[in-house]
């Protein structure tokens, strides 16, 4: 039974290493893994209620893995109107697509994630009929469906600036200043 079982995994290592040779020996240079990390933030505003508006602030890490897509993971803050409720925190994956290529220095693209928003920490006695609840008290899904453009060179510093809808509650603008590597 033990042989059995270290041919098996002789057979599956072995498989592997095949398979990651040739991945490795015929792509094409021009599909190299990049990374991107980035800070940035910037309004975000309630659909029921545009007069409130409040601030995200986060970090975002990017791995392009091909010429026209990159994935990443996200987490920030979000400060609602402070004069309403608490903070709270959001965590996502994301999906951006290149459609014309990195190859120039401004580089549009779409994007789409999801994710979960922890709750938020509002005490009772600030609820009033007319709040405008940003977040839950425990943890929601978290959508999100965006345009954006990149200013930069495929490696070294870059911004980006994007237009996010987040579910079907807030929306917002996303500045963020980053380097790519």
């Known amino acids: 039974m033990i042989e059995r079982l270290q041919n098996a995994w002789r057979r599956s290592r072995s498989t592997a290493l095949a398979i990651a040779m040739a991945l490795v020996?015929?792509?094409?240079a021009t599909h190299a893994v990049e990374l991107d990390v980035s800070v940035g933030g910037g309004p975000i505003l309630s659909w029921d209620d545009p007069g409130n508006?409040?601030?995200g602030f986060g970090l975002h890490v990017q791995l392009h893995v091909h010429e026209l897509i990159a994935v990443g993971l996200g987490a920030a803050t979000v400060l609602?109107?402070?004069r309403i409720q608490a903070q709270f925190g959001a965590f996502w994956v994301e999906g951006r697509v290149h459609p014309f290529g990195r190859d120039t220095l401004w580089?549009?693209?779409a994007l789409v994630g999801l994710g979960f928003a922890s709750g938020d920490d509002v005490a009772a006695d600030v609820?009033?009929?007319?709040?405008t609840r940003w977040?839950?008290?425990t943890a929601s899904f978290l959508g999100l469906l965006g345009?954006?453009?990149r200013f930069g060179q495929r490696e070294g510093l870059f911004a980006t600036l994007?237009?996010?809808?987040?579910n079907a509650s807030q929306a917002g603008a996303h500045l963020t200043a980053g380097y790519a590597f």
């Not at 994007?162 to 987040?166: E, G, T």
């Open 147 to 149: 345009v954006g453009i």
């Open 107 to 109: 580089t549009p693209y």
């Open 53 to 55: 508006i409040g601030n």
């Open 25 to 28: 020996c015929f792509s094409p």
């Open 162 to 166: 994007d237009v996010r809808a987040f």
């Open 135 to 137: 977040n839950a008290e």
């Open 127 to 131: 609820l009033t009929a007319d709040t």
């Open 80 to 82: 609602p109107d402070s």
